[in-house]
C-alpha cells in the first residue's frame, strides 16, 4: 500500500519560514515526479511546486523565488522549503506522487496523495 506522510506544517508569523517533508512508502518514486499542492478555505486545490525524477523543478507564479522544492530520491523523500511567508500562502499542502515519469501541474495528473498538513501563516 503506497502512503505519502507529510510533515513540518504549523503556524508562522509573515516573513518566516517553514519545511514541509513527504515521505513515500509502499514503492518507490525515485523515476517519477513529485509535487506539493495546496488548497485554502473555499477554494480549489492549486498546483505550488513539482519536481522531476532528475530534479527539475517547476513552481507556481505566486511562489516563485521564495519556495524551493527538493528531493531524496534514496529517501523517497520530496521536500517544499517556504521563506518569505504570506498570509495568502495560510492552506492546507498535499504532497502528490504521479506513477507516470513527465511533470504535470494539474491535479489529475497525480496518482498518489498525502493527507495534507496545515500550514498557517498571521499577519
Known amino acids: 500500500q503506497v502512503q505519502l506522510v507529510e510533515s513540518g506544517g504549523g503556524l508562522v508569523q509573515a516573513g518566516g519560514s517553514l519545511r514541509l517533508s513527504c515521505a513515500a512508502s509502499g514503492r518507490t518514486f525515485s523515476r517519477n515526479p513529485m509535487a506539493w499542492f495546496r488548497q485554502a478555505t473555499g477554494k480549489e486545490r492549486e498546483f505550488v511546486a513539482a519536481?522531476?525524477?532528475?530534479?527539475?523543478?517547476y513552481y507556481a507564479d505566486s511562489v516563485k523565488g521564495r519556495f524551493t522544492i527538493s528531493r531524496d530520491n534514496a529517501k523517497n523523500t520530496v521536500y517544499l522549503q517556504m521563506n518569505s511567508l504570506k498570509p495568502e500562502d495560510t492552506a492546507v499542502y498535499y504532497c502528490?506522487?504521479?506513477?507516470?515519469?513527465?511533470?504535470?501541474?494539474?491535479?489529475?495528473?497525480?496518482?498518489?496523495w498525502g493527507q495534507g498538513t496545515q500550514v498557517t501563516v498571521s499577519s
Open positions: 519536481i522531476s525524477w532528475s530534479g527539475s523543478t
Open positions: 502528490a506522487a504521479a506513477a507516470s515519469v513527465v511533470v504535470y501541474t494539474t491535479v489529475r495528473s497525480y496518482d498518489y
